[in-house]
Structures are given as structure tokens and as C-alpha cells.
């Protein structure tokens, strides 16, 4: 899929320039090359519970206060991208897309932010866990922003972000490795068609129920629409078992994240 051309705004890093939807990065540990070491990533969606709405405008200042400190906190060790969903998706209000080099971090921060009077109405409906990889399909073809061949991700880049899991057939994997070139040659000429749209691949093999997370950074919401409306005709979505739920969430820095929920 095609990497948008647009220049690296300036901020924190990460293994490369955070977005500027990121609320923090740092650059990756000291004697560690981007090349080698690979990400974890997580896709948190949160939804608010009725009863935060009945709580005095207080108790809902001081919870979206305690939300953040810990969000800010916990992202000196993480990349963390905060998203709106309300309005958009039923079941999620907000999304914190994190990425690091060790699950622990996920969980500390998870268990936290569950202690803070927001979190304590919020549910968790959707979580996806996955990790970054090289492609085996565009093994010579790198696309700024994803040094490395996709080691490491550099978020945040675009005003809305399009995620979804996703799972092939079993038919794929037995394809020979020579056919399925061919197939996702096909796709990623496809792909090219579309420079506005940036495609972010994470791996979930063994590690959760789907087999990839996919992640499509844009300007331009039609323009997804008409990527995706192009693979439907490509010889690889014959090949697709599942690719929902499919979530359309919208960057804002994490105050207004907040104050959205209301």
C-alpha cells in the first residue's frame, strides 16, 4: 500500500518523528538499532458508561484531569496517539493507540488509568494486540516514515485513522509463496493509486484472535473509500475471511479527547 509523501511534522521521537497527535515519544533504547528491534502495539477502545454523565461537572474535571496525568506519564516509556470515536462508532468513545518494546508497559498503564475517576466508567470493548515485522511481500520497497521496512511506526501523522483486524482464509497459506507474490503485487499496484492514503501492517499471529491489524492513516476519508472499494476487485479479497469491525477515529490532542466524552 502506498506511504503518503508528506513531510515529518517536528516532535518527540520514537524511532523516528512522532505525529502531531502523539502526545510523547523517545527515541529507542541506546545501542539498539531501528532495524532490529521490533514493536509491540495495542489499539485501546474505551467507551463511557452512562453514569459518567450524571456525575457533578467536578467530579468529571477531576477524573479527565487524573485520565491525562497518567496518559502523560506513562508516555515517557510509550508512543501514545489519543483518538475520538464519539459520534462515529456505538460502541467506543476513544482510542489510545500505544506502541512500545515491552507488554508490561501496557499493562501498568492500563491498571492506572483504571484507578482514575474517569476510568473507573469506562468498559473496554475492543483491545488489539500486535507486533511490527518485516513484509515478506515488499521486502525492497520502503516508504518514509516506516524505516527499517516497517519495524517501527510513526504515527499520528493524519487527521483520521481507519483501523481494523483482519484474517485471511486458509486457502491463502497454502498458496505457493510464488503465487501469492503475484496476488499482492496486484494489490499493492492497487495501493500506489492512493498516495494520500498511509497503510500502517501490524502482526497478531499466536498473539490474539485475528492474524494482522491494519491501520490506514489519511487527510482524506474519500480516499479510503475508493482504496478500499479498488481491492474489493483485486484477486487478494477472495482470499479474505473477516475485516471488521472497522473503526474510523478522528486525531485530536487529548484534552479535547477528553472534554468530548463529556
Known sequence: MSETGKKQPEGASYGGSAGPGAIHGRTAPKGEGLGVRKQF?????????????????????????????????????LLIVP????????????????????????????????????????????????????????????????????LYIVPGQSKYLFVYP????????LLSPQARQGIMNEHIEVGHKFPSVKLNTTYSFGLDDQEWVVAFETDEPQDFLDLVMALRETESSRY????????????????EVLDSLG
Open 83 to 150: 483518538y475520538s470515536l464519539v459520534g462515529i462508532r456505538a460502541e467506543a468513545d476513544l482510542m489510545l493507540w500505544r506502541i512500545g518494546y515491552d507488554l508490561e508497559s501496557f499493562q501498568a498503564m492500563t491498571t492506572e488509568l483504571r484507578r482514575t475517576g474517569l476510568g473507573k466508567h469506562l468498559t473496554q470493548p475492543y483491545s488489539y494486540l500486535s507486533i511490527t515485522k518485516r513484509s515478506i511481500y515488499v521486502d525492497k520497497h520502503d516508504h518514509e516514515g516506516q524505516e527499517g521496512n516497517r
Open 240 to 255: 479474505t475471511l473477516r475485516d471488521t469491525p472497522i473503526f474510523t477515529c478522528i486525531c485530536r490532542p487529548l484534552h
Open 41 to 77: 502495539v495495542n489499539f485501546s477502545f474505551y467507551k463511557v458508561d452512562p453514569a459518567w454523565h450524571r456525575l457533578s461537572d467536578s467530579e468529571r474535571e477531576i477524573g479527565r484531569k487524573e485520565f491525562a496525568e497518567v496518559v502523560e506519564r506513562r508516555a515517557q516509556d
Open 166 to 173: 483482519f484474517v485471511k482464509t486458509r486457502d491463502w497459506f
